[in-house]
């Protein structure tokens, strides 16, 4: 199924408008993230354990306060891999999927703590920090779905994870401006999750490579059908772009995702000197 194209702009300031919930009703969440008082809980469970036994792990958390603390605990808490998710074939995708967007998400918590820590009248802004990280955290468990082949659609939690983890980490590498153009496209619900979180990894890439040290950026997020039964997703930066740095294609966790939706990834210099991810993949023939 499809529908109309739907373009969206926002910038990483400010409190979060309302979003609608990316959980369908009935379904019961295998990790569902409690509310809790910020600054009270420090990051903890088997993710923070494993990000302790690294090397490079262990510094992520070193120096952070105890609110930013807190707001790592909420994602870290959404990382555990889903043993029972998808074919025997597919559980180590899982497993190396989670623990590499836990220690990408140490990684960010510290750099927003270095960049742009909070002041002593920082609460309000330390709680919207939260709303953020807790419809991550909805968005995220959301894709834990028992039956994978049950068709799902894809517009909420992609408008959620791309819009959030750019209002939530873009400060720390300036005024990153997030641009999304979304067809509503549906698909099996292993589909949709590799689909969700290769486009997280590769916003995430787009800002911890492309816009560090440009202190202002775009990402520019689409999804749309190229043909009945074939759809594209892209993820642009206007960043310093891929300077022979980038992961050639075949390699790394978006590769393996995208390999889930019968897609190769790909990489080239954009128009405004950036970079673009891109894979195409099978969809459901209009009819």
């Given at each position: ?14 409190a ?8 369908p009703?009935?379904i ?14 420090r ?16 510094s ?6 105890p ?21 025997c ?34 609460l ?30 894809c517009?909420n ?6 819009f ?8 720390a ?6 641009d ?8 099996p619900a292993?589909?949709?999750?590799a ?9 995430l ?5 492309g816009?560090?040290?440009r202190?202002?950026?775009n ?11 074939t759809?594209r ?7 310093r ?14 590769a ?8 190769e ?19 459901a023939?209009?009819?």
């Amino acid at each position: 199924m499809s529908g109309d194209i739907q373009p969206m702009r926002r910038r990483n300031i400010g409190a979060p408008a309302a979003r609608p919930s990316c959980v369908p009703p009935g379904i019961v969440r295998p990790f569902a993230t409690p509310a809790r008082a910020p600054g009270l809980v420090r990051a903890r469970g088997p993710q923070a354990a494993a990000l302790r036994g690294k090397g490079d792990g262990a510094s992520q958390t070193a120096a952070i306060s105890p609110l930013r603390q807190s707001l790592l605990d909420i994602l870290l808490n959404t990382t555990i891999p889903l043993a029972r998710h998808g074919a025997c074939a597919l559980k180590p995708l899982w497993v190396n999927e989670a623990m590499h967007r836990a220690l990408n998400i140490a990684r960010l918590v510290r750099e927003l703590e270095n960049k742009a820590p909070l002041g002593p009248d920082g609460l309000n802004h330390a709680l919207a920090e939260h709303q953020l990280a807790f419809d991550l955290a909805d968005a995220f468990s959301s894709l834990a779905l028992a039956d994978d082949t049950g068709m799902q659609p894809c517009f909420n939690v992609l408008q959620v994870v791309v819009f959030n983890l750019v209002e939530l980490f873009g400060p720390a590498f300036g005024t990153v401006f997030a641009d999304m153009s979304l067809e509503r496209l549906t698909l099996p619900a292993h589909k949709r999750r590799a689909l969700v979180l290769a486009t997280c990894e590769l916003v995430l890439n787009a800002l911890r490579h492309g816009l560090t040290g440009r202190g202002m950026g775009n990402i520019t997020v689409s999804l749309r059908r190229t043909a009945r039964a074939t759809a594209r997703l892209s993820v642009e930066d206007d960043g310093r772009g891929m300077a022979g740095a980038a992961l050639p294609p075949g390699r790394g966790i978006a590769a393996d995702l995208a390999a889930v939706l019968e897609a190769e990834l790909t990489y080239h210099t954009g128009g405004e000197g950036g970079t673009v991810a891109q894979l195409s993949f099978p969809v459901a023939a209009l009819v």
